[in-house]
């Protein structure tokens, strides 16, 4: 167990002492997608969705979620991001979200990027679900992160 961060010499659940590591600057690249109808595609471009602007809505709580992130997954220490950046794209069966978080500190910001792309689609999904309760959220991953001790990593596109 002893190659287990996150994991004391008795097995148990601890949150890694970040102190000693030398602040840096961080930065996490996140993307996912929501597949949904053509209907509810275009009604979300064109702004008919009937609980209004479903893009404006999960781009604030993407943002906002980057912000909880030491709040919601038990291990992630509480960060003080310097931005976070929720972008969509159109693309033709959905929407791709990418979510960029940044910071100069002692730990890497991937699960606040993760974070705000999971819910800024879970967002998208609450606005619309009344035009598609089909929609689909799918391949939420880590793009890239660069800074900290292990420095730059880019996923490898399949």
Known sequence: ???????????????VDVGGK???QRVAIAKGAIRMTAATLTAIRD?????????????????????????LIPLCHPLALDAVNVDFAFVANGLECTATAS???????EMEALTAVSVALLTVYD?????????????IRLIEKRGGKSGTWQASEA
């Open 127 to 139: 606005m619309a679900k009344a035009l598609d309760k089909g929609m689909v959220i799918e391949d």
């Open 103 to 109: 910071l100069t500190g002692r730990t890497g910001v």
């Open 47 to 71: 702004g008919n969705a009937p609980k209004g602007d479903v893009l404006g809505a999960a781009r604030l709580a993407g943002i906002m979620a980057a912000k909880k992130t030491g709040e």
């Open 22 to 24: 030398a602040e840096t």
């Open 1 to 15: 167990m002893s190659g287990l961060t996150h994991i004391d010499s008795a097995g148990n659940a601890r949150m």
